[in-house]
């Protein structure tokens, strides 16, 4: 486990990636891309296309992909870090670094939550979170980049307050119910608030996830009109059928999907979004650490359960993971485009898979094998730990 500064090593460096078989885009609307090669300097993607179109002059860095798959980075659009690669949740140490195994690239703080005597006054948790944002900014572990400083509202909180948590750096609320406001009418209210001074928002869905937390139905969660619906399939316990379709039709938000919410549910939402014609609002996220564990995988079996049950392409799985995220959470990765972040997931077939092409294995309930994850150019891991193992595994040809 290697823990980095977020600060990249100085002086400029070009990556070229080269014998993809398959470019995943991440956007839905073209989730394939007609290319092999990759080119990215500093970090930033340069050029997409064939090995022929790439101008590869002065590469530092050389992958041979060996005919793997490339994707963005993986998105986890829900989880509840606390202090670097520790979590109190599961006393656990290294759950970021197992889920860089995982292809995950990116987290996203839906509160920290766990933090041992979480400050519930104003000025607390104020503090609590710019301190999280701060830490989380200056320190990657093993090179991921979470997104963290997500205060959870109470009911005495001001106007003022989500303007100074702005200034201070603040992008994010925690889930809405986590601390003391459970009402549509003050949640509605403060998310305004945030929403104003460009903090986004989110909402947990469904019943209490452990004891001492409590119920927020479609009424709260439709009433607080928070960005992001978070795991709309429950956290574990998920709301009836009725009310997940009521939320789905009743607001235009994002649809968040988590591993560790009830499955039938999930399906459900799924679903109910691809009815609508409206497959981009739905984004990914495990809810890690949580009483279910960590799952450094959860995102690769959201994207296998929701495409081999929910009938879904798993090429166009993969965006509700990556591109989908980005877009709502206007982040400069999770796509395959020049201008983002090279941050990249390879992977094959498992061995011995059914499937006789990675998305067919996919199509089949199967995880993919991570060959090598990449963020911001740099190789961050080989064949991972976790993941079954690939059938083939790139290589670094120049470092
Ligand atoms: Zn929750």
Not at 210 to 234: C, M, Q, R, Y
Request: aromatic share 2%; net charge negative.
């Amino acid at each position: 486990m290697s823990h980095e500064a977020a600060t990249p090593a100085a002086g400029p460096r070009k990556t070229v990636i080269r014998n993809i078989g398959l470019v995943l885009s991440g956007a839905l609307e073209n989730p394939i891309l007609d290319a092999d090669t990759i080119a990215a300097v500093d970090g930033r993607i340069t050029q997409i296309g064939r090995a022929r179109d790439i101008d590869a002059e002065g590469a530092t860095v050389i992958i041979d992909a060996k005919g793997c798959a490339l994707a963005p980075g993986l998105i986890d659009s829900h989880v509840h870090p606390v202090a670097g690669d520790w979590t109190p949740r599961q006393n656990q140490l290294g759950w970021i670094d197992s889920n860089l195994n995982g292809g995950i690239t990116t987290m996203i703080s839906a509160g920290e939550v766990h933090t041992p005597g979480r400050p519930r006054d104003v000025i607390g948790l104020k503090a609590l979170a710019i301190s999280a944002q701060r830490q989380f900014a200056n320190f990657r572990p093993s090179g991921v980049k979470v997104h963290a400083g997500a205060p959870c509202i109470e009911p005495e909180m001001t106007e003022q307050d989500f303007k100074d948590l702005a200034e201070a750096g603040v992008k994010l609320l925690g889930e809405v119910g986590l601390g003391g406001v459970k009402d549509g009418p003050t949640a509605r209210r403060m998310v305004a608030w945030a929403r104003k001074y460009g903090i986004q928002s989110t909402i947990h869905t469904g019943g209490p996830s452990i004891p001492g937390s409590g119920l927020i139905d479609k009424d709260v969660v439709l009433e607080a009109d928070t960005d992001v619906v978070g795991h709309i399939n429950g956290g574990h316990t998920a709301l009836p059928d009725t009310q997940i379709r009521c939320i789905c039709e009743g607001c235009k938000r994002g649809l968040e999907i988590v591993h560790n919410g009830n499955e039938r549910a999930a399906l459900y939402a799924l679903r109910a979004a691809t009815e609508m014609k409206q497959l981009e609002r739905v984004i990914l996220g495990t809810d890690a650490p949580a009483g279910s564990g960590v799952q450094p995988l959860g995102i690769l079996r959201m994207i296998s359960m929701l495409s081999a049950l929910g009938d879904l392409p798993a090429e166009q799985a993969i965006c509700l993971a990556t591109g989908n995220t980005a877009r709502m959470r206007k982040l400069d990765c999770g796509l395959i485009e020049t201008g983002r972040a090279a941050d990249f997931v390879l992977m094959d077939t498992a061995q011995h898979s059914a499937g006789e092409t990675l998305l067919d294995s996919i199509r089949l309930g199967d995880l993919p094998g991570i060959g090598m994850v990449i963020i911001d150019g740099l190789v961050r891991c080989q064949r991972s730990r976790n993941t079954p193992p690939a059938k083939r595994i790139p290589t670094i040809e120049k470092a």
